[in-house]
């Protein structure tokens, strides 16, 4: 082993205590009480943890999926016809008129990943454990109302392709025959988003519309890529216009996402990356 190699193994062994020390390097979040919940909420039961199973006392056959995006502000929270489905870390998307306004949330990441652990605040577990509603996990159970995602049967509704939360969440909609998907708060403009998940979340869209489902998708959703007025540029039909959008798009809002996605997606690992992580909260 060099005496380089051997000097970074020690400073990321340092970087791993001292930032264990010095506590978690991102801002807390104020909680929604989950306990606050809205009286439009449906009214669900687990009746199979481990083959996640959840039936529905008041069934819906409507189902908005909200992310964190911008266009999270379309979601019909303040309907009694929709089941609200959420994930993550992303409590503060799913309150109306002060409550707490969700039927089902997915948390699929392993939660002691220290990449995971990296990007959540210290108090999402404690939070998660309190959720009265149904909790999508992969192989753990952080909630007395925990269940497993059913895999299989996401994936015989469709096929074996999921790049992102969103994507398991319309596959499990199709294979529990809701007949209205919407998605909202979905923008995936960023550089994993955009290469990686929002294939996925489009096939599966398409996919669904195919079968007859109706697709709700907010004004905006097609707006981040090629746009012009209210009507996207057209590759081929609108020649040069169309190629001077999707640089312009490339240039200002993906290429700025990469650094991005490198620092958040892992702790820091060299002394320099622990300080400019204390800087940034």
Excluded at 207 to 221: D, S
Aim: charged share 25%; proline share 7%; aromatic share 12%.
């Amino acid at each position: 082993m060099s005496l380089r190699q051997a000097w970074r193994l020690t400073e990321r062994a340092a970087v791993d205590h001292l930032s264990a020390w010095l506590g978690h390097p991102k801002a807390d979040v104020p909680w929604m009480p989950c306990s606050a919940r809205s009286p439009l909420c449906a009214n669900l039961t687990v009746t199979d943890v481990e083959a996640g199973r959840v039936m529905s006392l008041t069934p819906r056959s409507k189902v908005a999926i909200v992310g964190g995006g911008s266009t999270a502000y379309y979601a019909p929270l303040d309907r009694d016809d929709w089941e609200i489905w959420s994930c993550n870390n992303l409590a503060q998307v799913t309150v109306h008129d002060g409550l707490f306004r969700a039927d089902r949330w997915f948390e699929l990441h392993d939660l002691e990943d220290p990449a995971v652990v990296y990007r959540r605040s210290p108090r999402f577990t404690a939070w998660l454990a309190h959720l009265p509603i149904p909790v999508y996990q992969f192989g753990r159970r952080d909630n007395p109302r925990s269940v497993e995602y059913p895999l299989l049967a996401a994936i015989t509704a469709g096929r074996d392709y999921f790049g992102c939360t969103f994507a398991y969440q319309i596959s499990l909609a199709m294979a529990e025959g809701f007949t209205t998907i919407g998605l909202y708060g979905a923008d995936l403009t960023t550089a994993r988003e955009a290469t990686v998940e929002r294939a996925t979340v489009e096939w599966w869209l398409g996919y669904a519309q195919g079968r007859g489902i109706t697709v709700a998708l907010p004004p905006a959703y097609a707006e981040p890529i090629v746009r012009t007025g209210r009507h996207p540029y057209r590759y081929a039909y609108d020649g040069e216009a169309e190629r001077a959008t999707v640089e312009q798009w490339l240039l200002g809002t993906y290429a700025p996402t990469l650094d991005t996605f490198r620092r958040d997606n892992r702790p820091p690992r060299t002394c320099r990356e622990l300080w400019r992580a204390r800087v940034r909260a």
